[in-house]
């Protein structure tokens, strides 16, 4: 018979990846996958009495069940606060291009300063995540097109596009989407 501790590091061992794949095929990122592994191990440490042998069909049954209500959970709670966000003006990262016109040079001043403040915010982000904001906010293109050109899910263009936004705005040290750009 093992002792408690002893069958909690057994469990860990043999389900700690197989939940973490779960997790991730739920939430699509790693970080939200540990932490979901995690919470289902809290989880798994509550009800560690009711459980039998680690390597059982049943345990196994038990901790796929736990994983996935937490993965959802997780993810229910991140749709959720995504919709608290005040929706998002695309239009906002149009980028001046050398078409156009120009009428004075305060103008062409402020074009260079938001140029700029544009270049810094997309400099926190990866390539694939750069395009995909580029694309949406220059080009007015649609995320089912992105997604294509990309090779990705439309759902996983729109929830890369939605973190690099806030990735944006956390290297700016913002609160909201409308101070993001504003130059001040």
């Known amino acids: ?64 069940k736990i994983i996935r209500s937490t993965a959802i959970s997780q993810y229910r709670k991140n749709a959720k606060e995504s919709s608290r966000y005040a929706p998002w003006d695309d239009g906002i990262l149009q980028i001046p291009t050398e078409d156009t016109p120009v009428t004075s040079s305060e103008q062409q001043e402020r074009q260079m300063a938001e140029r700029l403040a544009i270049s810094e915010m997309l400099g926190v982000l990866n390539a694939t995540d750069t395009k995909i904001v580029l694309l949406r906010c220059q080009q007015d293109m649609p995320f089912r097109e992105i997604a294509r050109q990309c090779g990705m899910k439309e759902a996983a263009v729109r929830k890369r596009f939605e973190r690099a936004r806030k990735a944006m705005m956390k290297q700016k040290g913002v609160t909201s989407y409308e101070q993001l750009f504003s130059l001040q």
């Open 1 to 64: 018979m093992q002792s408690a501790k002893e069958k909690l590091q057994t469990l860990y061992q043999i389900y700690e990846k197989p939940m973490y794949h779960i997790a991730y095929a739920i939430l699509h990122h790693p970080q939200q996958a540990e932490d979901a592994v995690s919470e289902a191990f809290c989880r798994v440490i509550r009800h560690l009495d009711k459980i039998g042998e680690p390597e059982h069909p049943k345990t196994k049954q038990y901790m796929i």
